[in-house]
């Protein structure tokens, strides 16, 4: 007998966010058990159910649109109502609004008809109160149901810290047990409506995940006028998708971050929220700001092999509760299994000085640097060979701790998995840069400056020699950066997208970043939508594997900040060109991640059936891939600016308006390959190359 199996798959499901809610329901609205449907807030499903019945009949789906990231609208046809006639005179209209508060929907019966139509509206509710690990695992499959508490005009669940209410108006006519119940008279020609009001409240238990004071959407500030009309259309969706990802520091709601994604990781991730802060500096640098001190309120303070916690050592994500993926993986609520958070603080934290961020506010991180360094000298080479690896001791963490962390991440031509403890290339390349930042940063703000900042340049130095003279390997693909060293100090060969970060980074001569540049260029990783994770020669390439030959919007946007950085416009425009294409084929909201099959074979990306969408740095990724094409460098600290767009320019004309640098703004234009600046922060010293 077959059973059915409804897996965790977003991929055609409509979703609305405002962080830190988000509700996934099918294209007809309807939200029902099973799979991943619900309306989520804060780690929980809140609603599990939320079903819509006319005369105790399912209404026929017509249509459904997302206008904003906060908004859905469905409408479907009651074609058993109204005049009888071949044309449909009575639909049903839903529409849903997310707020930082909760959830409204507004279930409008509209009647096109002469004469009046009577019927019954039903409104169905239930709650699971599932964690989200739970309902991504399969553990919580929606039938489970929590008792509800009934009033006059809703129903409210409670357990395990965490309560769920509904609010209907008007009051319905009855009840039939979870079912709300209203007799309707829609007069001719006209329309009546009910309204859904959720809400929910949790307990102060573990990592708190709160909505900013303040939604900051950034979409209508920054202008941007492209040859090419896709280039905008993207990033006006993406900035509106980032504003509905931010969240707020419990403890200084002022300070925002965005959340990875919904609805999984819906809460402070290192890794991910840095990268992405990182990544709009020039849109939004209050992002990279709050950031970085929510995590510096979480570094690390003690050796817990639980919690792969280190003294220094930036978190890897923060949660309510312990968290069970299934499978073995089971994650406390503060967990710091990841290898390059605390490199990637350290960067972060010196760009967004570069981009004017008040030196006090740095100072006041400052020790937060010291305690990061001393992170960086005393456990990211646990077993002193000079390059960082990670091994999990915990048992029940993750076995790769890098941005590629599902377990089979790392794996030779063959497709045999590398054995830990594991130094990945990326990894090398984050430490290089993080050294040569808190060299810079002691040097403007440390005490007994001098003789640290020449100790980590010297230490920079070092690891740039043993990394060439290791980690490069030459075969019939050519010589490129292997991904890391297995726990035997052995290059694993087989090229990946990792080489791509090592670009930005420094820890690349001239020489070996054209070679980086020529593996990029291979049609065995361009895949003409964006970047493979790995290798179309690789034995283990999946099209749809999750890090063995998908394509990561970040992971492409990254490459072509380094491709940039170095020289290799021709490379990054057909990246550019690539990752435009995939928007325009997913309604310019990119999700997480999307199938490697490539142009080649499909005239559009296939999706990732369980990728989050939308996601904090598929969503940033538009913006710096703006600012890296058009090589915007500041250094507000020294009164600077730099601006030299790549060569040669994707576009015949690029303008774009209100970029922030510093406390000014900056807008330019390229046109036929010419720069001008149409406005600067006048306090900095402009040079413009063209």
Same mark, same amino acid.
Not at 144 to 168: F, I, K, N, Q, Y
Not at 246 to 269: K, M, V
Not at 272 to 278: F, T, W
Not at 525 to 539: H, I, K, V
């Given at each position: 007998?077959?059973? *059915?199996?409804?897996?965790?798959?977003?991929?055609?499901?409509?979703?609305?966010?405002?962080?830190?809610?988000?509700?996934?329901?099918?294209?007809?609205?309807?939200?029902?058990?099973?799979?991943?449907?619900?309306?989520?807030?804060?780690?929980?499903?809140?609603?599990?159910?939320?079903?819509?019945?006319?005369?105790?009949?399912?209404?026929?789906?017509?249509?459904?649109?997302?206008?904003?990231?906060?908004?859905?609208?469905?409408?479907?046809?009651?074609?058993?109502?109204?005049?009888?006639?071949?044309?449909?005179?009575?639909?049903?209209?839903?529409?849903?609004?997310?707020?930082?508060?909760?959830?409204?929907?507004?279930?409008?019966?509209?009647?096109?008809? &002469?004469?009046?139509?009577? =019927?019954?509206?039903?409104?169905?509710?239930?709650?699971?109160?599932?964690?989200?690990? *739970?309902?991504?695992?399969?553990?919580?499959?929606?039938?489970?149901?929590?008792?509800?508490?009934?009033?006059?005009?809703?129903?409210?669940?409670?357990?395990?810290?965490?309560?769920?209410?509904?609010?209907?108006?008007?009051?319905?006519?009855?009840?039939?047990?979870?079912?709300?119940?209203?007799?309707?008279?829609?007069?001719?020609?006209?329309?009546?409506?009910?309204?859904?009001?959720?809400?929910?409240?949790?307990?102060?238990?573990?990592?708190?995940?709160?909505?900013?004071?303040?939604?900051? #959407?950034?979409?209508?500030?920054?202008?941007?006028?492209?040859?090419?009309?896709?280039?905008?259309?993207?990033?006006?969706?993406?900035?509106?998708?980032?504003?509905?990802?931010?969240?707020?520091?419990?403890?200084?709601?002022?300070?925002?971050?965005?959340?990875?994604?919904?609805?999984?990781?819906?809460?402070?991730?290192?890794?991910?929220?840095?990268?992405?802060?990182?990544?709009?500096?020039?849109?939004?640098?209050?992002?990279?700001?709050?950031?970085?001190?929510?995590?510096?309120?979480?570094?690390?303070?003690?050796?817990?092999?639980?919690?792969? *916690?280190?003294?220094?050592?930036?978190?890897?994500?923060?949660?309510?509760?312990?968290?069970?993926?299934?499978?073995?993986?089971?994650?406390?609520?503060?967990?710091?299994?990841?290898?390059?958070?605390?490199?990637?603080?350290?960067?972060?934290?010196?760009?967004?000085?570069?981009?004017?961020?008040?030196?006090?506010?740095?100072?006041?991180?400052?020790?937060?640097?010291?305690?990061?360094?001393?992170?960086?000298?005393?456990?990211?080479?646990?077993?002193?060979?000079?390059?960082?690896?990670?091994?999990?001791?915990?048992?029940?963490?993750?076995?790769?701790?890098?941005?590629?962390?599902?377990?089979?991440?790392?794996?030779?031509?063959?497709?045999?998995?590398?054995?830990?403890?594991?130094?990945? =290339?990326?990894?090398?390349?984050?430490?290089?840069?993080?050294?040569?930042?808190?060299?810079?940063?002691?040097?403007?703000?440390?005490?007994?400056?001098?003789?640290?900042?020449?100790?980590?340049?010297?230490?920079?130095?070092?690891?740039?020699?043993?990394?060439?003279?290791?980690?490069?390997?030459?075969?019939?693909?050519?010589?490129?950066?292997?991904?890391?060293?297995?726990?035997?100090?052995?290059?694993?060969?087989?090229?990946?997208?990792?080489?791509?970060?090592?670009?930005?980074?420094?820890?690349?001569?001239?020489? #070996?970043?054209?070679?980086?540049?020529?593996?990029?260029?291979?049609?065995?990783?361009?895949?003409?939508?964006?970047?493979?994770?790995?290798?179309?020669?690789?034995?283990?390439?999946?099209?749809?594997?999750?890090?063995?030959?998908?394509?990561?919007?970040?992971?492409?946007?990254?490459?072509?900040?380094?491709?940039?950085?170095?020289?290799?416009?021709?490379?990054?425009?057909?990246?550019?060109?690539?990752?435009?294409?995939?928007?325009?084929?997913?309604?310019?909201?990119?999700?997480?991640?999307?199938?490697?099959?490539?142009?080649?074979?499909?005239?559009?990306?296939?999706?990732?059936?369980?990728? =989050?969408?939308?996601?904090?740095?598929?969503?940033?990724?538009?913006?710096?891939?703006?600012?890296?094409?058009?090589?915007?460098?500041?250094?507000?600290?020294?009164?600077?600016?730099?601006?030299?767009?790549?060569?040669?320019?994707?576009?015949?004309?690029?303008?774009?308006?209100?970029?922030?640098?510093?406390?000014?703004?900056?807008?330019?234009?390229?046109?036929?390959?010419?720069?001008?600046?149409?406005?600067?922060?006048?306090?900095?010293?402009?040079? &413009?190359?063209?």
């Amino acid at each position: 007998m077959l059973t *059915e199996h409804r897996p965790p798959y977003l991929h055609d499901l409509v979703v609305s966010v405002a962080a830190p809610w988000v509700v996934l329901s099918a294209p007809s609205g309807q939200i029902t058990t099973g799979g991943v449907h619900g309306v989520f807030a804060r780690d929980r499903r809140v609603l599990s159910l939320f079903e819509v019945l006319v005369d105790g009949r399912r209404p026929e789906p017509l249509s459904s649109g997302e206008p904003a990231t906060g908004r859905a609208d469905f409408t479907a046809v009651l074609d058993w109502l109204g005049a009888d006639r071949h044309d449909p005179t009575v639909t049903l209209r839903r529409r849903r609004t997310v707020t930082s508060e909760g959830l409204v929907e507004e279930v409008t019966l509209v009647n096109r008809s &002469a004469e009046p139509v009577r =019927c019954e509206l039903t409104v169905l509710l239930r709650a699971d109160l599932a964690g989200t690990a *739970e309902v991504r695992s399969g553990a919580a499959d929606g039938s489970g149901v929590v008792p509800a508490e009934r009033s006059a005009d809703g129903l409210a669940w409670s357990g395990d810290g965490v309560s769920a209410t509904t609010r209907l108006e008007p009051e319905p006519l009855r009840w039939d047990g979870d079912a709300a119940v209203w007799a309707c008279e829609v007069p001719a020609r006209g329309e009546t409506s009910v309204w859904v009001r959720v809400t929910s409240e949790v307990d102060d238990s573990g990592f708190r995940i709160e909505a900013p004071v303040v939604r900051v #959407d950034r979409s209508d500030e920054v202008v941007v006028e492209c040859s090419d009309p896709r280039v905008a259309r993207w990033l006006r969706r993406s900035l509106s998708d980032v504003a509905g990802l931010t969240l707020a520091d419990p403890e200084a709601l002022h300070d925002r971050y965005l959340g990875a994604g919904p609805p999984w990781y819906l809460t402070l991730f290192g890794r991910d929220s840095l990268i992405s802060a990182s990544m709009l500096l020039a849109i939004d640098p209050g992002l990279a700001s709050g950031t970085l001190r929510a995590l510096a309120r979480r570094q690390g303070s003690k050796d817990d092999v639980d919690a792969a *916690e280190q003294p220094g050592k930036i978190p890897h994500e923060l949660r309510m509760t312990t968290a069970d993926h299934g499978a073995g993986l089971v994650l406390p609520p503060a967990y710091y299994g990841t290898h390059d958070a605390t490199p990637l603080w350290l960067s972060t934290l010196h760009r967004a000085w570069r981009w004017g961020m008040p030196a006090d506010d740095v100072a006041a991180l400052m020790p937060a640097v010291g305690a990061a360094l001393d992170w960086l000298r005393d456990s990211f080479d646990p077993d002193g060979d000079g390059f960082g690896e990670y091994l999990d001791e915990s048992g029940h963490g993750l076995a790769n701790q890098g941005w590629k962390d599902s377990p089979d991440a790392v794996q030779w031509p063959d497709g045999t998995l590398a054995a830990g403890p594991i130094a990945l =290339c990326e990894v090398q390349g984050y430490a290089y840069a993080a050294a040569t930042a808190g060299a810079d940063l002691l040097s403007a703000f440390g005490d007994a400056a001098s003789h640290e900042a020449v100790t980590w340049l010297q230490w920079a130095a070092a690891l740039r020699g043993r990394f060439r003279a290791a980690f490069w390997v030459e075969d019939e693909h050519g010589r490129y950066p292997a991904i890391a060293l297995d726990g035997d100090k052995r290059p694993v060969a087989g090229p990946a997208s990792n080489m791509g970060h090592l670009l930005g980074t420094g820890i690349l001569d001239p020489t #070996d970043a054209q070679l980086v540049a020529e593996q990029l260029a291979s049609p065995a990783l361009d895949s003409g939508f964006g970047l493979r994770t790995l290798s179309t020669n690789a034995q283990g390439f999946n099209p749809l594997g999750y890090h063995t030959g998908t394509v990561w919007p970040h992971d492409t946007a990254l490459a072509v900040e380094g491709l940039a950085a170095t020289n290799h416009g021709d490379v990054a425009a057909s990246y550019v060109e690539g990752l435009v294409t995939a928007a325009e084929g997913f309604g310019y909201r990119l999700p997480e991640l999307y199938g490697g099959l490539g142009r080649a074979a499909e005239q559009v990306p296939t999706p990732y059936p369980l990728a =989050c969408r939308p996601q904090a740095w598929a969503a940033a990724s538009p913006a710096v891939i703006l600012t890296a094409l058009l090589g915007i460098a500041p250094d507000v600290p020294h009164g600077d600016l730099w601006i030299a767009p790549v060569r040669p320019f994707p576009w015949r004309r690029l303008e774009v308006r209100g970029l922030r640098v510093g406390d000014g703004t900056l807008s330019v234009r390229v046109e036929d390959e010419r720069l001008t600046v149409l406005e600067a922060p006048g306090s900095l010293n402009v040079s &413009a190359v063209n």
